[in-house]
Structures are given as structure tokens and as C-alpha cells.
């Protein structure tokens, strides 16, 4: 149990802007407080954080990640929106392949493997989230196309990340979720009805193609259909905010963490579909939960 706490105690922490010595710290006071109980079995320890800084089109980030459960900090530095997601390249593919196979109108081949990362936040603003990572060649991508439709990779958002073998010791336990969130085709299950505060999310995905979930507030008075509208054609301030979420995954469980506070929110799912192409929301993947 007291572990659990310490774990939330870091995931915490890491919802400001988190810096590697917070996260080091964080590690180091585990490890201490192992070694002064060593009668007892190896304890589980908080997932390894990385930060990473995201901007009109680039990524700062580690390019070499020990494998294991990885918690994402991605701090956006604007001005547009971006988000991280983590796609392993399996087969020995490379990232000129990967770019080839966007190129085209089909769906991404079973090679991209989708794992997810920390959604979309709005500029000045930090979303984190944490995934699974095996050893591997991955791309860390941003795949928002706002706006004009010209996703951000082809601008730049994407960088090859090694996925190294994983570090000696216990393996992370994965962060204690007080929600989770199931997807499916096409729509979105909470498992309890979302209240004000911080919140660690679970999200699995039980469907047969990737999924993702980006949270919005929206702004007083403003639909998701607002929303989705201003997203294909901007005009005016925006009706909403983008407050985190998890990219496009297979599986999981995946986590992510999100202070929320009274209003009204949505869930929305931007995946093309494997079938017909269109945008997962166009297959009704929008969910709006008032807060109170
Ligand atoms: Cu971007």
C-alpha cells in the first residue's frame, strides 16, 4: 500500500512541468527505502519518466529509452496543439517505410505497431501519460493535423527513438487508476461517473484496431459538434480546450492523468477507420460528461 502512495506521490508530481532530477529523486528515495528492508522482496518501483518538449514541428526528447513501463511528460511549447504517439516498427521496418505507408490512402500496415502517448494539451501546458514499451525501434510522431490538414509529422513531428533493453532491478508496477476507460468500436465505457479532481485513467482497448481518447473542456454553452466543426474549419475562438488523453493504441491497459474540474468535457476519437477511412467520431466516438 505504502508503495502505491509513493507511486501516486510521483505520478503527481509529474503533472507540473517535470524535470528528470524530480523524476531521479523520486527513484532514488524508492531505492532507499528498499534497501531498508531488504529482509522483504524486491519492491516495485514508480515507472521510468522521460520529458518531452513539443513545438511547431519538432520534438526535444531522449532518443534512446530504457524498456519497461514509461510515464510521458510531454510539455507543449506551442503555439499549435501536438501530442506524442509511440509507434514500433516492427519487421525491421524504418522510419522512411513508416513514411511511405502514410503516403499512402490505406491503413497503416500491422508492422506500425500503435502504442500510445500523451494527447493533445494546449500550449503552455503538460500531458502526461504512461505506456508500455518492449525493446525496439519506435517513431515518436505527432499525427494532429490542425490546423489545414497537413498532419505535423510531414512538418517535421517525428524522430526515431531506440527502446533499449530494460534496466536491472524490479519491474515498475503500473500506476493505481481510480477510472478506467474502455474502447471499443466506436464508443467510449467509464467505469464510474468522472467527478472533479485529479484522476489517474486506465484506458484499454478491446477492439480490433487502434483507438484513442482526447479530452476536451469545452468552453460554457459549447457542443463537441462545435468542437469537431472548428476543428475542420477555424473560425473565431476556440469552443474548447484540449486537457491530455491517450494517442492511438492497440491493448493495453494504458494510463494517463488529468485534473478536472466542473464543466462539461468529451471524449473524442480522430482514428481513421480500418474499414472505411472515416474519422472514428463519424462512427458516433464522442462521448459529453458533465462534471458537477
Ligand atoms: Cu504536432
Redesign the pocket.
Known sequence: MRNQVLLIGAITLCLGACTGAKASSVAKTDSTAQSASASTAAAPVAPNVITVH?KD?SFATPTQIPAGLTTINMINDGP????VEMIRLDSGKTITDLEKAFALPASPPAWAVFTGGPNAVDPGKTSSATIDLLPGNYVMI?L?DFPGGVP?FAKG?LMPVTVTAATAGPPAAAPTPDETITLTNYAFALSAPLTAGPHVFEVKNTADQPHEVAMIKLAPGKTAEQFLAFMAKPAGPPPASAVGGITPFTGGPTYFTADITPGNYALICFVPDAKDGKPHFMHGMTKTITVM
Open positions: 513539443a514541428f499549435g496543439l501536438h501530442h505527432c494532429v505535423h513531428m
